[in-house]
C-alpha cells in the first residue's frame, strides 16, 4: 500500500464545475503540500498545510491531521486548471509523492 | 522570484554517452536540493539528496556511480547520468527548500537511443 493515495486518479469536469481532489496518507507527517504539474512537467507548489485549511484564489486547501485526509478544492474550474494535481507529505525532510490526478477541464 | 532553473529541459543522446543536467538556484542560496525522477504516469521518486560541499545521500536502490551528484555551491547543483541507457529515460526535475516549502525546476526529459 502506499503511503500517499490520491482519488480520483482521473478526473474529467465541464467548466464552471466545483472540484475536489482527495489525499489519505498512512505516515506521520510535519506538512502536506499540494502540487501542479503541467503537460510540460514542470512543478508548481501550490499549499503547503500542516493544519486547518488555506485559500488562494479559487484554490482551497483544507487537512485533517487526525483521519490523515487533504482535499483540494477548485472553485469555478476553468481549463486552464487542466493538470494533474499531486499531494505530497514531508516526513524527515523529504517529500513522499502520491500518484496524481489528472484534471481535465471541458469548455 | 526566487525560483529553480533547470536545464536542459530536454535531451536526446546515445546509449552509453553521459548526460548532465544543471538546477540552479535564483536569488535565494541553496544548501540543499533534492533530485527526483518520474516514469510515466507514476509518482515522483525521490534519488538523491544533494547538500553543498558534501557528498550526496542516495535512496536505497539509486547507484551512486550511474547518478554522481554535484553540489559545489550554494547555488548550482548538478545531476550527471553516466552511461546513459534506455531504461535510464525518464523525466528528471530538482527542487530546494524555500522559506519552509518547496520549489522545483521545470525538469529534464531524458531520451536515451
Known amino acids: 500500500k502506499n503511503e500517499v493515495e490520491q482519488s480520483p486518479q482521473n478526473l474529467t469536469a465541464q467548466e464552471g464545475e466545483f472540484i475536489t481532489i482527495n489525499c489519505s496518507y498512512s505516515v506521520g507527517i510535519s506538512a502536506l503540500h499540494w502540487l501542479q504539474q503541467h503537460p510540460g512537467g514542470g512543478i508548481v507548489s501550490l499549499f503547503m498545510?500542516?493544519?486547518g485549511k488555506k485559500k488562494h484564489g479559487r484554490l482551497i486547501a483544507t487537512i485533517n491531521i487526525q483521519e490523515k485526509h487533504s482535499s483540494l478544492h477548485i472553485t469555478a474550474s476553468h481549463p486552464r486548471d487542466s493538470a494533474v494535481y499531486i499531494c505530497a507529505v514531508n516526513g524527515n525532510e523529504k517529500l513522499t509523492f502520491g500518484t496524481g490526478t489528472r484534471l481535465t477541464i471541458i469548455p | 522570484g526566487a525560483v529553480v532553473s533547470q536545464h536542459p529541459s530536454w535531451v536526446i543522446c546515445k546509449s552509453g554517452t553521459s548526460v548532465k543536467i544543471e538546477c540552479r538556484s535564483l536569488?535565494?542560496?541553496?544548501?540543499?536540493m533534492f533530485w527526483y525522477r518520474q516514469f510515466p504516469k507514476q509518482s515522483l521518486m525521490l534519488m538523491a539528496t544533494s547538500n553543498e560541499g558534501s557528498k550526496a545521500t542516495y535512496e536505497q536502490g539509486v547507484e551512486k556511480d550511474k547518478f554522481l551528484i554535484n553540489h559545489a555551491s550554494l547555488t548550482l547543483s548538478t545531476l550527471t547520468v553516466t552511461s546513459a541507457h534506455p531504461e535510464d529515460s525518464s523525466f528528471y526535475i530538482c527542487s530546494a527548500i524555500l522559506n519552509y516549502g518547496y520549489t522545483f525546476g521545470s525538469g529534464t526529459r531524458l531520451t536515451v537511443v
Open positions: 498545510l500542516s493544519s
Open positions: 536569488d535565494f542560496q541553496a544548501t540543499t
